[in-house]
């Protein structure tokens, strides 16, 4: 075991530094985490997303987003985890060499699955989902960067709307 994660923390610092000495392209990945706000009836929680772009001009990036929040559900005590997919325009404003600020809308869906106990039935649900958001990149080369964003995501539920803003913190790839 020990042997194989060796062999992955070297392969996986050998890629970043290939990575890194290339030029950077129209595609981006970027990997966040962080923490989520309380709504009207889910507590606060982790959220997480995973996104890739493509770059049009100097202002203009297209992204698709994967995302997951949790937290627990009020008044009933189990964890809930909704999925969301997103297509979100961005705006991009370079300031310096290795940073910037960015801005978007995102439109989609969410999926929640089923949750049941003794007394209450959740049943699963897909709904529609928008957020927007904000955040600024710092590039340390070309190519690999941190993120930090807020965003405030909005679904339309049954049993009543969320509207949980986050923080997240993540990792940026142009290539």
């Given at each position: ?31 966040q985490?962080g ?28 992204n698709?987003h ?17 999925l ?15 940073n ?76």
């Amino acid at each position: 075991m020990r042997k194989l994660v060796l062999a992955l923390g070297i392969l996986f610092a050998a890629g970043g530094t290939a990575m890194a000495q290339t030029s950077a392209g129209p595609w981006s990945f970027q990997f966040q985490a962080g923490y989520t706000s309380q709504s009207e009836w889910l507590d606060s929680g982790l959220v997480g997303s995973v996104g890739v772009g493509y770059t049009f001009g100097d202002h203009f990036a297209l992204n698709f987003h994967a995302g997951y929040l949790e937290g627990k559900i009020r008044y009933f005590g189990a964890k809930d985890a909704i999925l969301t997919l997103m297509v979100a325009p961005e705006f991009v404003f370079d300031f310096a060499a290795n940073n910037q600020f960015y801005a978007f809308v995102g439109v989609g869906s969410a999926y929640r699955g089923e949750k049941s106990t003794n007394i209450y039935y959740i049943p699963s649900e897909t709904a529609f989902a928008a957020e927007v958001g904000v955040g600024y990149r710092h590039f340390f080369n070309e190519s690999v960067g941190l993120s930090f964003q807020i965003t405030m995501t909005h679904i339309n539920a049954t049993g009543g709307n969320l509207d949980p803003v986050d923080a997240r913190l993540g990792l940026a790839v142009r290539f």
